[in-house]
């Protein structure tokens, strides 16, 4: 059920961002994983303790493996210790870190610059990334040509090449 949620995640047109200001263990750590961004507080700490209960945090190790490295991802599901949002961020795990004081200001900030990209140039940025996932570069530069095709189809992207003309 985990596993379908995660992949759902990764379907999912939009970019899910996990808001982070507290603990986020076993499948709260999972769930955060499995998000495209994750924003945290200082204050908010991470961890994978499954391995301490004697089970395995199995369903998030192939995302955890492509955003920390596998020695490091290792490193974290064998001794499931506890680690801050700053070294949750220099993992790879944490995409910003926000003041504990200011957080709900500086994510809401964060989040509205997001809100206000493109939504097709987003989701196709999106799609693109988990897409090449496991292809071989020259596979990759191909698809990749394929979605700035569908890109220049855009009004989004018309748009967007007007206002740069418009600036010039």
Do not use: W
């Not at 499995?34 to 204050?43: F, H, I, K, P, S």
């Amino acid at each position: 059920a985990l596993g379908d949620l995660f992949l759902t995640m990764r379907r999912m047109s939009k970019p899910i961002v996990a808001v982070v200001h507290g603990r986020a263990l076993a499948g709260g750590c999972g769930l955060a994983t499995a998000c495209d961004l994750v924003v945290a507080a200082r204050g908010a700490s991470f961890g994978y303790p499954e391995v301490r209960l004697g089970f395995v945090a199995a369903m998030v190790m192939a995302l955890l493996r492509r955003s920390t490295g596998e020695s490091r991802a290792f490193e974290l599901v064998a001794l499931g210790d506890t680690i801050d949002a700053q070294t949750a961020a220099e993992y790879g795990i944490v995409n910003r870190v926000f003041s504990d004081e200011k957080f709900d200001e500086q994510a809401v900030t964060y989040l509205t610059e997001l809100a206000s990209r493109s939504v097709s140039a987003v989701s196709l940025s999106k799609r693109l990334l988990y897409q090449i996932d496991g292809a071989d570069f020259e596979a990759a530069i191909r698809m990749g040509a394929q979605v700035n095709a569908l890109a220049r189809l855009t009004d989004d992207c018309r748009d967007g090449i007007d206002r740069f003309l418009d600036d010039k």
